[in-house]
């Protein structure tokens, strides 16, 4: 890797690592739906000028059946989720569960006899299961979380591994870039009714409108270019590699903003991480496919 490389994962990792605690300051003014509604329409924006600029083709026609599927399961679902269980869930705790989902899109690989089991895989997926049960254990006995709000997290991390093994199975091959472009287009069309018959947004806030406006722009649009560009140059291995950091980056901007983080929080992400190398050694990419993000 070259030090563009490593700066721009550095970046990738921070941008996404914050989109925890801005889907909380957000959601202080707007509905869980507005909150993934001004998600898709900003980033979409960035991803549109830079298709324009940089001549990159949107994927065909004839794929709309599987591109509505996974902008519904990567981003319409996911992002309401979070947002509507961050009402009841501190945003590190919610950085954490959202390692599931490398959890979730192995088990389904399972599932579909796509992936094979070894020892090492199984100690990993119990080792990552194990770390998020201590995090949610101490969110709920220190008042950082509910169940219920743990359980709509944890459908959201399961809605990234679904629209991760749709898009292994369909999308392969596809411009990054117009992919990606559809799939925010897509589901800013999907959730606009939704937000417009729901419940309104509250008076709005110079943190909550920026709030939203950075993790439209910065957290979904930009890491978006930035996570494909890292595709162009290294291994997918290597680019994945960058959830490993998110959690760590979830608890330190928490900790910023004055959340508190308990002790089962730190040891709940160091054990995550564990189940996640074991889970990646060794590091297999399946050829021909178009990783999707796993953040919030």
Known sequence: MTRRDALDMFLLSAFWGVS??????????????????????????????????????????????????????????????????????????????????PLFALLIGLTLRDTRLSGLTLGGVLL???????????????????????????????????????????????????????????????????????????????TAVGAALFLGVVGSGLAYLLYYGLLARVSPTQVTAVTYALPVWGLGWAALAGEPVGALSVLGV?????????????PRAKPGATPLRTDA
């Open 20 to 101: 925890f605690l801005l889907i909380r300051l957000s959601g202080e003014v707007f509905p869980p739906v507005w909150v993934a509604l001004l998600r898709s329409v900003f980033g979409a924006a960035v991803l549109l000028v830079a298709l324009r600029l940089g001549r990159h083709t949107l994927p065909p026609a004839r794929l709309w059946k599987p591109l509505l599927l996974v902008a519904l399961f990567n981003n319409v679902i996911p992002w309401s989720f979070f947002a509507w269980g961050e009402q009841t869930v501190s945003s590190n705790i919610a950085a954490i569960i959202n390692a599931t989902t």
């Open 128 to 206: 990552g299961l194990g770390g998020v049960a201590l995090t949610v254990s101490g969110g709920l006995g220190g008042g950082h979380a509910t169940l219920h709000g743990v359980i709509i997290l944890l459908l959201a991390s399961l809605g990234y591994a679904i629209a991760t093994t749709i898009a292994k199975r369909t999308l392969g091959g596809l411009n990054p870039v117009g992919l990606a472009t559809t799939q925010l287009g897509l589901s800013s069309v999907m959730l606009l009714p939704v937000a417009l018959i729901g419940p309104a947004p509250a008076p709005l806030t110079l």
């Open 270 to 282: 160091l054990v995550v991480l564990s189940g996640l190398g074991l889970i990646n050694l060794p």
